[in-house]
Antibody
Framework: EVQLVQSGAEVKKPGESLKISCKGS????????IGWVRQMPGEGLDWMGI????????IYSQSFQGQVTISADTSINTAYLQWNSLKASDTAMYYC???????????WGQGTLVTVS | VLTQSPGTLSFSPGERATLSCRAS???????LAWYQQRRGQAPRLLIY???NRATGIPDRFSGSGSGTDFTLTISRLEPEDFAVYYC?????????FGQGTKVEIK
């Protein structure tokens, strides 16, 4: 069974850095695209970007290019989403997702709530 | 751009629900997916390729459509089906979602 388990909720101040994680299991981590989706409070879903852990090929949505960094460590089957300088507008729930063939999102993590205040 | 309208639909349990998703330009190869998000939960994949049910999805959920007009039908609403539904296209980059339709209890 495919499982994506994300790190816990975070409360940060504007300007601080943050790295959240997503550990995959039940499949071959290095051969499956894994991405991140943002959901701001009371709002819809925004695709942020994806990474292919096998070769670290990363594609960002233009809206998030330069704002976040996506990375992965195949030795521990974990993907990351990182900010260097958080803003209040980064307050949201962040979901990691598997994305077969860079298409739809077939498995979702439980979400990590990031609060910047 | 994917447009889901109306934003909210009200039904009684047992009724049939039809949700709409309209694209501003044709979705290549019918690369359209539907997701359900229950309150306080992560979304889950219902339909991909416009009409293919994902693993474990009950057959009361069905998807149809092509080009710019797509539909999600729930044949008989169960209590757990009252949720928000999103469509998503993956025929072009970036992958984009509709704004969602909330299905609420009348």
């Amino acid at each position: 069974e495919v499982q994506l388990v994300q790190s816990g909720a975070e409360v940060k101040k504007p300007g601080e850095s943050l790295k959240i994680s997503c550990k995959g299991s039940g499949y071959t981590f290095s051969t499956y695209w894994i991405g991140w989706v943002r959901q701001m409070p009371g709002e819809g879903l925004d695709w942020m970007g994806i990474i292919y852990p096998g070769d670290s090929n990363t594609i960002y949505s233009q809206s998030f290019q330069g704002q976040v960094t996506i990375s992965a460590d195949t030795s521990i089957n974990t993907a990351y989403l990182q900010w260097n300088s958080l803003k209040a507008s980064d307050t949201a729930m962040y979901y990691c997702v598997t994305q077969p063939g860079r298409a739809y999102f077939d498995h979702w993590g439980q979400g990590t709530l990031v609060t910047v205040s | 751009v994917l447009t889901q309208s109306p934003g909210t639909l009200s039904f009684s349990p047992g009724e049939r629900a039809t949700l709409s998703c309209r694209a501003s330009r044709s979705v290549g190869s019918n690369y359209l997916a539907w997701y359900q998000q229950r309150r306080g939960q992560a979304p889950r994949l219902l339909i991909y390729g416009a009409s293919n049910r994902a693993t474990g999805i009950p057959d009361r959920f069905s998807g149809s459509g092509s080009g710019t007009d797509f539909t999600l039908t729930i044949s008989r609403l169960e209590p757990e089906d009252f949720a928000v539904y999103y469509c998503q296209q993956y025929g072009s980059s970036p992958r984009t979602f509709g704004q969602g339709t909330k299905v609420e209890i009348k």
